[in-house]
């Protein structure tokens, strides 16, 4: 959900510990497109290009809007048991 730099701090903290696979992979869902979309075109055209992230680490999460969107996300991930689900 949208949120401050509390949210920012516990985003960072669970999509390191699956990129470095501390714990395994579930959902990171982050609700609300548009109030993301700044950070996201930075993780991609900023850090991406500078090589600090890989295509990869981009398939950890996963912005939506829509609740049967996020449902249907989460569920498919659990159901399939990996985490194809979140690919794009």
Same mark, same amino acid.
């Given at each position: 959900?949208?949120?401050?730099?509390?949210? /920012?701090? @516990?985003?960072?903290?669970? !999509?390191?510990?699956?990129?470095?696979? %501390?714990?395994?992979?579930? +959902?990171?869902?982050? &609700?609300?497109?548009?109030?993301?979309?700044?950070?996201?075109?930075?993780?991609?055209?900023?850090? /991406?290009? @500078?090589?600090?992230?890989? !295509?990869?680490?981009?398939?950890?999460? %996963?912005?939506?809007?829509? +609740?049967?969107?996020? &449902?249907?996300?989460?569920?498919?991930?659990?159901?399939?048991?990996?985490?194809?689900?979140?690919?794009?």
């Amino acid at each position: 959900m949208p949120g401050g730099l509390g949210t /920012l701090d @516990e985003l960072f903290e669970v !999509l390191m510990l699956i990129q470095t696979q %501390k714990i395994k992979p579930f +959902p990171v869902i982050m &609700v609300g497109k548009r109030y993301w979309q700044g950070l996201l075109d930075w993780l991609r055209f900023t850090a /991406l290009k @500078e090589g600090k992230l890989s !295509l990869k680490d981009l398939e950890i999460f %996963k912005a939506m809007d829509e +609740p049967d969107e996020i &449902v249907r996300t989460i569920k498919d991930f659990y159901e399939e048991g990996h985490p194809k689900a979140l690919r794009r």
